[in-house]
Nanobody, 114 residues
Framework: QVQPVESGGGLVQAGGSLGLSCAASGSSYPIATMGWYRQAPGKQRELVARITSMSNTDYADSVKGRFTISRDNAKNTVYLQMNSLKPEDTAGYYC????????WGQGTQVTVSS
């Protein structure tokens, strides 16, 4: 059973940057469209960025121009570079396969102070 492992979160001031990583091994990983999600307290989980096996990317309007998703298939790893962070970006961040998600990982907490 595949379970992604996210890392790289932390506390940062507004305007700062963080880089997240997600390791997700599995036979389907190289061809899977992967996504980064976030969930703030009391809110539903939302998809903020996705990347296809060919590294085509798409972003939620709320993060477009600030976040960059990338992947290294040789390392079974997906990355999320977050710049110009805002307090409203505060949330737990998770990665997963878009189609038939694997078991959700623990996520990594991002807290942006104003």
């Amino acid at each position: 059973q595949v379970q992604p492992v996210e890392s790289g979160g932390g506390l940062v001031q507004a305007g700062g940057s963080l880089g997240l990583s997600c390791a997700a091994s599995g036979s389907s990983y190289p061809i899977a469209t992967m996504g980064w999600y976030r969930q703030a307290p009391g809110k539903q989980r939302e998809l903020v960025a996705r990347i296809t096996s060919m590294s085509n990317t798409d972003y939620a309007d709320s993060v477009k121009g600030r976040f960059t998703i990338s992947r290294d298939n040789a390392k079974n790893t997906v990355y999320l570079q977050m710049n110009s962070l805002k307090p409203e970006d505060t949330a737990g961040y998770y990665c997963n396969r878009l189609s038939t998600p694997w078991t959700w990982g623990q996520g990594t907490q991002v807290t942006v102070s104003s």
